[in-house]
């Protein structure tokens, strides 16, 4: 198992930028392939962005390409999500989450991919 909690979050306003953290503990951190997904008050959560257990693929929502990037950071088991430009639409609870995975490939886009989940964090973006 992996525990993951998130970091970073706040109340930004439109424009600015932040980044958020996902700090894993527990079982060897390369072998998940991680996910950032968000949900807005009276929304469901939505997909944000994923990266591979390696780092080398990434695929984001089509809300956030140019403006969201994820990374990770293996030696530190953390896995980062730099939110550019944010939107008052961008207001949510972000939660990372983690899958095991055997190879580098990158298919996995809905809750249902990912059994870890972190607490999440929340990001207020004011217009």
């Known amino acids: 198992q992996v525990q993951l909690v998130e970091s970073g979050g706040g109340l930004v306003q439109a424009g600015d930028s932040l980044r958020l953290s996902c700090a894993a503990s527990?079982?060897?951190?390369?072998?998940?392939?991680m996910g950032w997904f968000r949900q807005a008050p009276g929304k469901e959560r939505e997909f944000v962005v994923a990266?591979?257990?390696?780092?080398?693929?990434?695929y984001s929502a089509d809300s956030v390409k140019g403006r969201f990037a994820i990374s990770r950071d293996n030696a530190k088991n953390t896995v980062y999500l730099q939110m550019n430009n944010l939107k008052p639409e961008d207001t949510a609870v972000y939660y990372c989450?983690?899958?095991?995975?055997?190879?580098?490939?990158?298919?996995?886009?809905?809750?249902?991919?990912?059994?870890?989940w972190g607490q999440g964090t929340q990001v207020t973006v004011s217009s």
């Open positions: 989450a983690a899958r095991q995975t055997g190879n580098n490939n990158l298919n996995y886009f809905a809750q249902r991919d990912y059994p870890y």
């Open positions: 527990g079982r060897t951190f390369s072998v998940y392939a």
């Open positions: 990266v591979s257990r390696g780092g080398t693929n990434t």
